[in-house]
């Protein structure tokens, strides 16, 4: 079995307290959060990209009330003391495969984390996910 790591945990934390328990899904399969459909014309064959969205997960899903996924949220490798080859594969391959079935995509990086984390800080999840989708607080206002 596979654990959480503290910084995972923390966000799973921020995820669910935000959007609901039932609504975030750990560990999902790329298959799975894609429902077996692949976007055509990479480098790669169907079979090559079948096998590799088999074993490659999704850190957190965010899914609607009938369980179909509407984002995944990851950390963003931390590329400064190590490299792990897989984990940057994973980084550059997958937020084009969600886009092509229409799911969001948000990495989110430690300094981003540690920043929401940060009682005295004015970054939260909120206004970090409003910021990474464009959303202004004009066009919030505009709404209501």
């Known amino acids: 079995m596979v654990e959480m790591s503290l910084a995972e945990a923390q966000l799973f934390r921020m995820l669910t307290t935000f959007f609901g328990k039932d609504n975030i899904v750990w560990n999902v399969s790329v298959r799975t959060v894609c429902g077996g459909d692949y976007p055509e014309g990479g480098l790669e064959s169907k079979d090559e990209v079948s096998r590799w969205a088999e074993s490659a997960k999704c850190l957190f899903t965010l899914v609607d009330e009938q369980d179909n996924p509407k984002m995944v949220v990851e950390l963003a490798p931390d590329v400064a003391s190590y490299i792990e080859v897989d984990v940057l594969e994973r980084h550059q391959k997958l937020p084009g ?7 969001q995509y948000v990495s989110v990086s430690r300094k981003e984390l ?26 919030e206002e505009g709404e209501e």
């Not at 495969?97 to 229409?102: N, R, S």
């Not at 540690?114 to 910021?131: I, N, R």
């Open 114 to 139: 540690d920043e929401m984390l940060d009682p005295s800080s004015s970054l939260d999840l909120v206004a970090f996910l409003k910021d990474r989708f464009g959303i202004e607080a004009d066009e």
């Open 97 to 103: 495969m969600l886009l092509a079935c229409g799911i």
